[in-house]
Structures are given as structure tokens and as C-alpha cells.
């Protein structure tokens, strides 16, 4: 089942995402031509997924949900972007493909990067593919905002920064990995079920105790498959965070006690949304599909 959802939903934003790429001046051509490589060039979609599962849980309008779905995207393509600059990760390949600053230059993938995080904030408060309310889409861009600010993904990415060739204990692992991945993870969950104009306190409490656990099943499960996998599965170097000293599950609790605790994550994923109706299936299999990818 979730193959083919899965399927359907990467259709659906692709589509929408690229529309959001064509140059309103020649001048632009190549700016444009890099921040559409970044976003186009393949990727799970696991954001979108999530934005969409939420909506439809609470038994909302697929289409409401684009602007979103499209924007948290965008939002993840452009931390990917940075995370690989020289000046941080120093990555070279991502899903199979020259990073943004190897495919074009550094300078350019800067300002990708910052394109694409302008361009996710304008496709959240447009007036198609979003919720009519304007309230309820300036709540969405609020919620946004934060996770994806310093005190979400940058102040995480922040913290990753600062932890190499550190021995973090399991709190602080877990708070790096909540900002860092988590956040936006969370704000996809939360954005979605937003979009659906369903959202009551009680539910989105519900799917916010179900986002922690998803968000931080994912990272659990990246430590796995940096350990396990091999860099043309990856689509990225294997081995990656091993040699940059930076501090992960398997390193910290070894590996067989972080397969179990990414099992852990995914039944309080699910326990979280139990009393939901069928319509929140989407939102099952996504849990057991974070921890079961081997990509």
C-alpha cells in the first residue's frame, strides 16, 4: 500500500514543484537551473508524504495541502544544499548525483539555497493550493518558520556543527536530532493537519506525540544505515558521520539496542494515533516504512 501511495503523492507534489522553476528573467537562467536540480533530482519525499497522510487523517482536501506539501520540500531541498557546502558537511554526492556546489559552484548553491527557502515561504501563503483562511494559512507559515529557524533544523544543524569528535550523551544526542531532523518532520505533520481545517487541540496533540516519534525513528535509522548500507543504495557516502568523528545511535548505544530503539520509536508512533479512523492508515505505514527503508 505504501508503495503506491507513496507513488501518487510524489506524483502529485512533483508536479507542483515544478511549476515554482521557471526564470522571470534570462539573468536568472542559471540560478533557477540550480535550485531546480536541487529540489528535482530524485528524493524519497517523505516530507510531502507525511503533509498530505495528516491532511487526509483528518479527512481533508488533498489539494488544500499542496502549498504545504511543496514547501516543506523546499524547505528540506535548501538545508540539504547547505549541509553539503565545503563550509559544513563537505559533501559531494547527493542521491547518486554531484551535490548543488559540484554540479554548479559555491556560490551559486549558496543562493539556491537561499531561493529555495524564500520560495518555500511564498508557496505557503499564496492563495492556491492552500487553505482559503488566510488565519489559518498565516498559523501554517508561523509553524513553519520556526521549525525551520534556529529553534528547529539550523539551530540543530548548529549543534551538529558543534558536537564533532564529541561523546554526547543520549539527551543530547536525542535534542540535536529533535531540532535537526525532527522539527521539520514535525511541522509537516502539524502543517498538514492544518491544511485540513479539522485540526482540534486534542488531534494535534495527538499527531504532534506521533511526529516526535516518526522524526526521531528517521534519524535513528540514517545512524543505521550510514553503518549497514553502501553508497550506491545511500545515494550518498556510506560511512559518512563514522569518519567525521560526529556522534550517532549506533556509536552511542550500539548497533543491534538502536535497530531496537528505532522499533520503540515506531510503536509509540503508532500508539499515538491509534484511536484514529481509517483514513489515518497513510500515517501507519509512513511510521513503519521510516524504519524499515534501506535508503
Known amino acids: 500500500m505504501i508503495a503506491d501511495y507513496q507513488k501518487r503523492c510524489q506524483q502529485r507534489v512533483d508536479r507542483c514543484l515544478d511549476t515554482l522553476f521557471a526564470p522571470p528573467h534570462p539573468q536568472l537562467e542559471r540560478l533557477y537551473r540550480a535550485m531546480r536540480y536541487s529540489v528535482m533530482n530524485g528524493g524519497k519525499r517523505v516530507r510531502p508524504l507525511l503533509v498530505y497522510a495528516a491532511c487526509e487523517a483528518l479527512d481533508g482536501d488533498r489539494a488544500d495541502a499542496d502549498g504545504a506539501a511543496c514547501a516543506v520540500e523546499l524547505i528540506h531541498a535548501y538545508s540539504l544544499v547547505h549541509d553539503d557546502l565545503p563550509a559544513m558537511d563537505d559533501d559531494d554526492l547527493r542521491r547518486g548525483q554531484p551535490t548543488t556546489h559540484k554540479a554548479f559552484d559555491e556560490a551559486c548553491a549558496i543562493l539556491a539555497g537561499d531561493g529555495l527557502q524564500s520560495l518555500a515561504f511564498e508557496a505557503l501563503a499564496a492563495e492556491t493550493h492552500n487553505p482559503a483562511d488566510p488565519a489559518l494559512r498565516l498559523q501554517m507559515l508561523i509553524s513553519l ?33 529533535r531540532h535537526k531532523t525532527g522539527a521539520l518532520i514535525e511541522a509537516s505533520v502539524r502543517l498538514g493537519a492544518l491544511a485540513s481545517g479539522r485540526a482540534d487541540t486534542e488531534k494535534l496533540a495527538a499527531l504532534q506525540q506521533y511526529a516526535q516519534a516518526v522524526g526521531l525513528a528517521f534519524q535513528v535509522q540514517d545512524d543505521i544505515l550510514d553503518v549497514e548500507s553502501d553508497t550506491a543504495t545511500l545515494g550518498k557516502h556510506q560511512g559518512a558521520d563514522i569518519a567525521r568523528d560526529k556522534p550517532t545511535y549506533p556509536a552511542l548505544l550500539g548497533l543491534d539496542e538502536a535497530k531496537r530503539y528505532a522499533l520503540e520509536l515506531r510503536d509509540l508512533a503508532l500508539a499515538a494515533i491509534e484511536p484514529f479512523p481509517a483514513s489515518a492508515e497513510p500515517l501507519r505505514e509512513l511510521a513503519r516504512f521510516v524504519v524499515e527503508r534501506r535508503s
Not at 147 to 161: E, F, K, S, T, Y
Open 145 to 177: 518558520a520556526r521549525a525551520a529557524g534556529p529553534a528547529g533544523m539550523v539551530g540543530g544543524q548548529a549543534i551538529d556543527l558543534g558536537s564533532v569528535g564529541l561523546k554526547l550523551d543520549r539527551a543530547a544526542l536525542e535534542l540535536m536530532h
